[in-house]
C-alpha cells in the first residue's frame, strides 16, 4: 500500500468520495453532515491523500486548515470491504505526521455520534484525540462529536 498526495482529479477517487458523501448522507440527517464533497475537498488550504493498494483506492483522509497552529481532519474513510485491516490507522499516523511537519500544533476533528462511527471514535481516542468544544464554525449538535489532540 502507498500514501499519496491527491489531485482529485481522477475517477476512481471522484466514485470513492462520492460514496463517501452518499454513505453519509444515509447515515446523518442533512443539517449534522459534514462531509465535504470533491469541490469543496479542492478548496485551497486542504491536502488530501489516498491510499492506492495497486491501483484500487482503499483509504482517503485529508487536513483543512483553520488557522495558523490549527487544522482540521476530514473525509477520513476506509472501504466497506477493507475495513478494520489497519488502513485508517496506517492513513492516520501518516496524517498526524504531515500535519506537524506542516507546522500544526493542533488536529480537530467532527464525526457522527450515532453507533455507527464508534470504530472511528476509538480509533481516535488511540491515537490521542479526546473531547472538545465544537471549532471553527461548528455549532453543538447531538449529531456531532468534536475532538481535538496537541501535536
Not at 48 to 72: T, Y
Amino acid at each position: 500500500m502507498e500514501i499519496v498526495v491527491d489531485d482529485l482529479s481522477g475517477p476512481q477517487i471522484a466514485r470513492f468520495l462520492d460514496e463517501h458523501v452518499q454513505q453519509m448522507r444515509s447515515i446523518t440527517p442533512l443539517e449534522s453532515k459534514h462531509a465535504m464533497d470533491l469541490d469543496a475537498l479542492r478548496e485551497p488550504g486542504i491536502t488530501f491523500w489516498s491510499v492506492m493498494d495497486g491501483n484500487a483506492v482503499v483509504g482517503c483522509g485529508a487536513i483543512k486548515r483553520l488557522e495558523a497552529g490549527h487544522a482540521e481532519l476530514k473525509s477520513m474513510r476506509t472501504t466497506t470491504t477493507r475495513k478494520r485491516s489497519g488502513i485508517a490507522s496506517l492513513l492516520l499516523e501518516h496524517i498526524v505526521t504531515e500535519a506537524t511537519r506542516m507546522g500544526f500544533t493542533r488536529l480537530s476533528l467532527e464525526t457522527g455520534a450515532d453507533e455507527f462511527f464508534l470504530p472511528a471514535r476509538r480509533l481516535y481516542e488511540k491515537f490521542g484525540f479526546g473531547p472538545c468544544e465544537p471549532f471553527a464554525n461548528y455549532r453543538p449538535d447531538p449529531k456531532s462529536v468534536f475532538m481535538t489532540r496537541t501535536l
